[in-house]
């Protein structure tokens, strides 16, 4: 099978992590700073004030969405994991933490969550068996987090139609009890490539992706990061992460050079390579997620979440960081969180010479999670087997 590596290639191969660089409020949900605690969520920002976090006495029966709403002591949610929850990085470390501190801003019972671990997400009978204990032990809320789970997932939401489902990282949805939520990681990839771009001795930059120019979430994000490269080094090119491991980070470290993390801070185990990490707050989306349930305000709408929903963001950039890199980090935030810069503004120059967009507009939501499968004109492919 022929797999994709984009080659930005700088000896960077980087990862990112979720608190707001030069932001006075960190959610600091996914870094490995155990031994202080930062591992915990911080719900000062989680968009759910602590008021509205149970139900009323007065709340409906049903919802907008014309589902029944569940109260909270009746709660009982099913996670599919592609990984194992006690993992201390990466992305099922950084979906467990948006659970526990879910659990945490709801003050729900451990025994109201029910984890599915290392489900292979592209096995459909470990997924189904997955999913039919979720059904047996009662759960009425599952969370799919990988994309493999994508059809499986929509397959037994018409099956149970009184159950909620929702599917991290696809496009499938039908409106009701199935939605899809993810969020603008590209923002944050954008960001990363400012701080990979800066660095770079050698104007090679390194991506290591998960999967090839089919999937509009691993293009979207290295042609994010090719754009931040580009705007602080334009006669560099592109190759950072989009693969849910830190060897890249290792490999890095190892051999002298860089890198970026992705989904969680992966500073812990690299310490002399990673720069920053790209990562995510999930516990912003599933505390709100299930909070609109047992409140009645559940609509059957999908998530996509951004740096103004503190859903996404980067780590503190690490002292390996070139001078001048954090003000430039804060600038193109500030751009970004405005709204004055999306990211994928204008006419875009593709690396076969086709331009995408129009001057003056920025592509949709929908283009960005579902058609983006093509490349910025700074990276290179190399195809390997």
């Not at 979906?95 to 945490?104: D, R, T």
């Not at 909070?291 to 305000?297: E, K, L």
């Not at 995408?356 to 592509?363: A, N, S």
Request: glycine share 10%; aromatic share 10%.
């Amino acid at each position: 099978m022929k797999k994709k590596l984009l080659t930005v290639m700088m000896a960077v191969m980087m990862t990112f992590s979720l608190s707001g660089c030069g932001n006075d409020v960190i959610v600091d949900v996914v870094t490995n700073d155990v031994e202080n605690g930062s591992n915990q969520a911080d719900t000062s920002n989680s968009g759910t004030a602590q008021g509205e976090q149970t139900a009323s006495a007065e709340v409906a029966e049903t919802n907008p969405a014309g589902l029944k709403t569940i109260p909270l002591e009746d709660v009982k949610i099913g996670v599919l994991y592609i990984g194992s929850a006690s993992d201390t990085s990466g992305y099922t470390y950084a979906h467990e933490l948006g659970i526990q501190g879910m659990v945490s801003n709801l003050g729900l019972k451990e025994d109201q969550v029910v984890r599915k671990e290392s489900i292979d997400d592209g096995d459909d009978v470990a997924i189904k068996k997955a999913l039919d204990e979720c059904m047996d032990e009662g759960c009425n809320i599952v969370f799919a987090t990988s994309w493999g789970y994508m059809e499986e997932t929509a397959a037994y939401a018409e099956k149970y139609p009184d159950v909620y489902f929702a599917h991290g990282t696809g496009y499938m949805s039908n409106g009701s009890n199935f939605t899809n939520y993810f969020g603008r990681i590209y923002q944050a990839r954008y960001l990363s490539g400012l701080v990979a771009g800066m660095k770079t001795k050698s104007n090679l930059i390194g991506y290591v992706s998960a999967m090839g120019s089919d999937n509009s979430e691993c293009t979207g994000g290295i042609d994010a990061f090719a754009m931040g490269v580009e705007e602080v080094n334009p006669d560099a090119k592109v190759l950072a992460q989009h693969v849910d491991t830190t060897a890249p980070q290792t490999a890095s470290e190892e051999n002298g050079t860089w890198a970026i993390g992705y989904n969680s801070d992966m500073s812990k185990e690299t310490p002399d390579a990673t720069l920053t990490s790209v990562i995510w707050n999930w516990s912003a989306y599933y505390t709100s997620y299930v909070n609109s349930i047992v409140n009645a305000t559940y609509d059957g709408s999908n998530y996509y979440g951004g740096m103004d929903e503190s859903l996404v963001g980067l780590t503190g950039l690490s002292s390996l960081c070139e001078d001048g890199t954090q003000e430039k980090v804060n600038e193109m935030q500030q751009k970004i969180l405005s709204g004055e810069f999306g990211v994928f503004d204008g006419e875009i120059l593709t690396n076969d010479g086709t331009v995408i967009g129009e001057e003056g507009k920025t592509l949709d939501d929908a283009t960005i999670t579902g058609k983006i499968n093509w490349y910025y004109h700074n990276v290179e492919v190399v195809d390997w087997k």
